[in-house]
């Protein structure tokens, strides 16, 4: 078992340069993607995977007075490692309280006290609305049934900005969802049933603000324009525009492209390897190696 403070002194050590393809795998490329939306004054709501991954990762390098809250009512915790869901024990490692969800939802959510959630879904639209409640057939006779919102809907709508983290496929980034758990830049406006902008049908709530202002996809980052419409800002090393647009069934805008999403440093890399997810729960178990100088100071 290695020795954690063995572990923490070495980061330093460990060169701050860029790695190379082939040097990290697609997950620790998304969550450092993630972990660059998390600022130091942030209020973070985080769900279970690849959210852990970004803001812990975020909390040991760029953002370390970052606070994270979890469903189950653990707040500011400080685990060694990353836990296995949000109702790990391990979360609760230094924690500032320990409460249920009347406290991170009631008190925390509801009151606009947080400033970023990290959330996902099984498919969403061109305005970033997503759908974890069903697909096919009707809400009564469904032919897929999903696991329902689980707090989606409300951190989507009620944090100050969402980012969420998503498998890229052509039926999961679409024009419009069957049916929306979680309204993304346009919605429904009920009773009337028209197709809105959110910020007109909310007017006067104090959550007309909020909504999604990021998506990390295995294949690149997408943010939001003025109208509430999804765009591709970065893809992912070895990606092309193109082809990040042929995996969504919508005419996505791929003219604001600014370049590749930055790649992993080798310090960060550490970081999440060693630090961060040393017992792999949600990277994969086999890693590329580090290169040769950086694997003698890691084995050190």
């Known amino acids: 078992m290695k020795n954690i403070e063995n572990v923490i002194a070495k980061i330093n050590q460990i060169p701050d340069e860029v790695a190379r393809v082939g040097d990290f795998h697609l997950n620790e490329l998304m969550a450092l993607a993630a972990s660059r939306e998390v600022n130091n004054d942030d209020v973070v709501f985080a769900g279970t995977g690849l ?22 009512g653990i707040l500011d915790g ?25 406290d991170t ?18 498919s969403i639209d061109k305005y970033g609305g997503v759908n974890v409640t069903y697909l096919g057939g009707d809400y009564y006779n469904p032919k897929h049934r999903f696991t329902g919102s689980g707090g989606n809907s409300d951190i989507g709508t009620m944090a100050k900005r969402t980012v969420f983290i998503m498998l890229q496929e052509k039926r999961r980034f ?38 999604p202002v990021g998506v990390v996809s295995n294949m690149g980052v997408f943010r939001f324009d003025d109208n509430g419409e999804m765009y591709l800002e970065t893809c992912h090393p070895g990606v092309t525009p193109e082809q990040v647009k042929e995996n969504c069934s919508f005419d996505l805008n791929i003219s604001r492209v600014t370049g590749e999403t930055p790649k992993p440093t080798y310090r960060q890399l550490y970081v999440l390897r060693e630090i961060v997810d040393p017992e792999r729960l949600f990277l994969p178990v086999s890693l590329p190696e580090y290169p040769a100088g950086i694997k003698e100071i890691v084995e050190a």
């Open 105 to 122: 939802f009631g008190y925390y959510l509801q009151r606009g006290l947080v400033t970023l959630g990290f959330l996902s879904g099984a």
């Open 51 to 72: 959210p852990m991954l970004g803001i812990l990762t975020a909390q040991c390098l760029n953002a370390p007075d970052a606070v994270l809250i979890y469903e189950s």
């Open 174 to 211: 679409i024009e419009r969802n069957q049916y929306t758990t979680t309204p993304g830049w346009w919605c429904y406006d009920w009773p009337s049933g028209d197709w809105k902008p959110k910020k007109e049908v909310w007017k006067g709530t104090p959550f007309a603000e909020c909504g």
């Open 78 to 102: 400080r685990s060694m490692h990353i836990p296995g869901s949000v109702a790990d024990q391990r979360a609760s490692f230094m924690s500032s309280q320990l409460g249920g969800l009347m």
